[in-house]
C-alpha cells in the first residue's frame, strides 16, 4: 500500500502559471498554465523555465508562491497550505541569488569599526549636492579604525587619504562610526565624544587625496556611537552612550555655538586622562537639539528613508524610537525583549530592521497602524548583531555582521512559520577570510565584525576585530574595474 501511495503521489500533476516581473526572462505572452509533477522541486522547476526560455547558458531561478520561496516540493507546499492540486498555482520566478566570493583584504593596524563606499550609486553619490559623478574604477572605501584615524582607499587595496593625528586636529580617541556625506565631505564621530566633519579633496590624478578638518561639533557626553546624514537638509544625527540621540548641522553658519563646559580648553581633567591636544584652530559647533528620552546608551540612529523630518533610534533600553524632528518630540515608542545595538530600513516594505544582543534580527513596522511589534525575526547568527544594510538592488534584501565573525545574506520572503511567528532563514554566510581553513569560532573570538556596507559597484565591505577590511561580490555583479585592478586599467 505505501508503495502505491508513493507512486501515486509521485504521479500527481498540478497547473502552474509561471510569471517574473522581469522582462529580459519573462516567457511569451501567450504561455498558458503548465501541467507539472507535484514532487518537482526548485532544481526541476529552474531547469524547467530554462527550457521554456531556449537558454543558451542555464539562469539559476529561485521561485516565489504568496511572496514567500518555495523551500519544499510543490506537493509539500500545497499539503502545508491546505491547497488542492485542482487549483492553478501562480508560481513567480527569479534569478538566484549567487553566492558572493571573495575579493580582497585590505589590512589594518588596529580593529575596524566603521565601513562605508563612495560610487556612482552610493547615497553619498545620489543624494550628495552637485552632480556627484563617481567614475567607473575610482570608487572609494572609507574605514575608521579603534587607532582614532580614517582611511580612504581605492579598489586597487591603496590608500588615498588619512585623517590627521589628534595633534593636527584629528581624532583625540577611537573612531566608532564615519560615513561620506558627499563626494567632498566625510562625517565622523568617536569615544572622544565629538562628531567632526571633514572636506575630502583628491589630486587631478586621483592617486592621493587629503581629508580635512572642517567642523568640530560638541554636544555629548559620551562616547558617540553612530552618525547618520540627510545631505539635502543638511542635517546629522548622532547616537551617543550618554543616553541622547543628537541633531546637527552640516553648515557651519547655521550651527549653534558649541557649549562652553564641553570644549577641550575648558574640560582639563578630561583632556588630561585622555591625552587631549586638539588643534584649535577648527570651527567648534553644538548641537540643534539634544533629544532625550532613551534610559540607556542609544547605540544606532537613522533618518526615515522618505522623510528627512523623521528619525529613528534604537538603544540597549530594548526600545525603538520615532521621532519629529522640527519639534524635537517622541511620537512612538516600540519596546521589544532585548538590547538593540543596530538599525536599517527596509523602506519599500516599510519595515526597520534592528539587530539584537540576543543573536537575531528583528522587522519591526513603525507605522501607528501596525497591529504587532515584530513582523519577522530573522535567526541564524550566534552572537549580536551589530551591524546592517540594506540591499541595494533588492527591496527585499540585507546584511547583517556580527560579533560571531560573520555577514549574513537575507531575503525576507525566505521565510517559516514556526511557534514563535514568522522566521526568516539567511541565504548565504560570508565568514572572515583572515580565519580561513581554521576550526569555526562559535562566539567570533579574535574575529568580531563590527562595521559593514553593501555597494551596488564595490559589493559587500565588512570590518573588525581582525584588522582586515574584507570584499565580497557575487559573480558577474561587476564587469568593469574589477578589485585589485589599477584605476586607470
Same mark, same amino acid.
Given at each position: 500500500m505505501?508503495d ?11 497547473k ?10 519573462s516567457?511569451p505572452e501567450?504561455?498558458?498554465p503548465i501541467l507539472?509533477k507535484t514532487?518537482?522541486?526548485r532544481?526541476?522547476l ?6 521554456l526560455?531556449e537558454?543558451?547558458?542555464p539562469?539559476?531561478f529561485e ?13 509539500e507546499?500545497l499539503?502545508?497550505?491546505g491547497?488542492?492540486?485542482e ?16 575579493l580582497?583584504?585590505?589590512?589594518? $593596524?588596529?580593529?575596524?569599526s566603521?565601513?562605508?563606499?563612495l560610487?556612482?550609486? !552610493?547615497?553619498a /553619490?545620489? *543624494?550628495g549636492? %552637485?552632480?556627484?559623478t563617481?567614475?567607473t574604477?575610482?570608487e572609494r572605501?572609507?574605514s575608521a579604525s579603534?587607532?582614532g584615524?580614517l ?7 591603496e590608500v588615498?587619504a588619512?585623517s590627521p593625528?589628534?595633534a593636527?586636529?584629528?581624532?583625540t580617541?577611537s573612531?566608532?562610526s564615519?560615513?561620506f556625506?558627499?563626494p567632498t565631505?566625510?562625517i565622523?564621530s568617536?569615544?572622544?565624544r565629538t562628531v567632526r566633519?571633514?572636506?575630502y579633496?583628491?589630486d587631478?590624478d586621483?592617486?592621493?587625496a587629503?581629508l580635512?578638518p572642517q567642523?568640530e561639533l560638541?554636544g555629548?557626553k559620551?562616547?558617540? $556611537?553612530?552618525v ?7 542635517r546629522l544625527? !548622532?547616537?551617543? /552612550?550618554d *543616553?541622547s540621540l %543628537?541633531v546637527?548641522s552640516?553648515n ?8 562652553a563646559?564641553?570644549l577641550?580648553q575648558?574640560n582639563?581633567?578630561s583632556a588630561?586622562?585622555?591625552?587631549i591636544s586638539t588643534s ?7 548641537p540643534?537639539?539634544?533629544?532625550q528620552s532613551h534610559s ?6 537613522i533618518f526615515?528613508p522618505?522623510?528627512p523630518?523623521?528619525a529613528y533610534?534604537?538603544?540597549?533600553d ?7 524632528l522640527?519639534?524635537a518630540?517622541?511620537?512612538?515608542t516600540?519596546?521589544?525583549?532585548h538590547a538593540l545595538l543596530s538599525?536599517?530600513a ?8 534592528v539587530?539584537?544582543s ?7 513596522d513603525?507605522?501607528a497602524?501596525?497591529?504587532t511589534?515584530t513582523?519577522?525575526?530573522l535567526?541564524?547568527h550566534?552572537?549580536a ?5 540594506g540591499d541595494p ?7 547583517s555582521?556580527?560579533?560571531?565573525g560573520?555577514?549574513?545574506?537575507w531575503?525576507v520572503r525566505?521565510?517559516?512559520s514556526?511557534?514563535d511567528?514568522v ?6 554566510t ?5 580565519v580561513k581553513?581554521?576550526?569555526?569560532r562559535?562566539?567570533?573570538?579574535g574575529?568580531k565584525?563590527f562595521?559593514?556596507c553593501?555597494?551596488q559597484?564595490?559589493?559587500i565591505v ?6 582586515r ?5 557575487g559573480k ?7 578589485i585589485?585592478a589599477?584605476?586607470?586599467g
Open positions: 505505501a502505491g501511495a508513493s507512486t501515486a503521489s509521485s504521479q500527481a500533476q498540478v502552474l502559471q509561471l510569471t517574473t516581473r522581469h522582462s529580459d526572462i516567457l501567450n504561455t498558458g507539472v514532487n518537482l522541486r532544481y526541476a529552474s531547469t524547467l523555465v530554462n527550457a526560455l537558454s543558451e547558458k539562469i539559476p521561485f516565489l508562491i504568496n511572496g514567500t520561496y518555495l523551500r519544499t516540493s510543490i506537493e507546499y499539503t502545508a497550505n491547497i488542492s492540486a487549483t492553478v498555482l501562480t508560481v513567480e520566478y527569479i534569478r538566484a541569488i549567487i553566492p558572493p566570493i571573495y580582497a583584504s585590505f589590512e589594518h $593596524d588596529d580593529w575596524i566603521s565601513v562605508d563606499v560610487s556612482s550609486t !552610493s547615497r /553619490a545620489r *543624494h549636492k %552637485g552632480d556627484g563617481v567614475a574604477g575610482h572605501i572609507l579603534y587607532d584615524l582611511r580612504v582607499w581605492n579598489i586597487s587595496s588615498v588619512i593625528s589628534a593636527s586636529g584629528g581624532h580617541s573612531i566608532k564615519a560615513r556625506v558627499s565631505q566625510v565622523s568617536g569615544l572622544d566633519i571633514w572636506k579633496a583628491e587631478v586621483g592617486f592621493a587629503s580635512t567642523v560638541y555629548h559620551a562616547s558617540v $556611537d553612530c547618520a546624514t540627510h545631505p539635502r537638509s543638511s544625527l !548622532s547616537a551617543s /552612550a *543616553h %543628537g546637527w552640516l557651519k553658519s547655521d550651527a549653534p555655538p558649541a557649549p563646559a564641553l577641550p575648558n582639563s581633567r588630561k586622562r585622555r591625552k584649535t584652530s577648527t570651527p567648534q559647533r553644538g540643534v537639539v539634544l533629544l540607556a546608551p542609544v547605540s544606532t540612529t526615515a522618505n522623510d523630518t523623521v533610534s534604537a538603544s540597549w530594548h526600545t525603538l524610537r520615532t521621532w519629529d522640527p519639534t518630540s517622541l511620537v512612538d516600540r519596546t521589544t525583549s538599525l536599517t527596509l523602506p519599500d516594505l516599510n519595515l526597520l530592521a539587530g539584537t540576543a543573536r537575531h534580527i528583528t522587522l519591526i513603525p507605522r497602524s501596525a497591529t511589534i513582523a519577522m525575526t535567526r541564524g550566534t552572537n548583531v551589530v551591524t546592517l544594510a538592488t533588492s527591496a527585499y534584501g540585507l546584511l555582521g556580527s560579533h560571531d560573520t555577514c549574513r545574506i531575503d525566505s521565510s517559516r514556526d511557534k511567528g522566521v526568516g532563514e539567511s541565504m548565504y560570508i565568514a572572515r577570510e583572515s581553513g581554521e576550526p569555526r562559535i562566539a567570533g573570538e574575529i565584525v562595521g559593514v553593501w555597494d559597484e564595490v559589493g565588512s570590518g573588525g576585530e581582525d584588522k577590511l574584507q570584499i565580497n561580490r558577474g555583479v561587476l564587469e568593469k574595474g574589477g585589485g589599477k584605476d586607470g
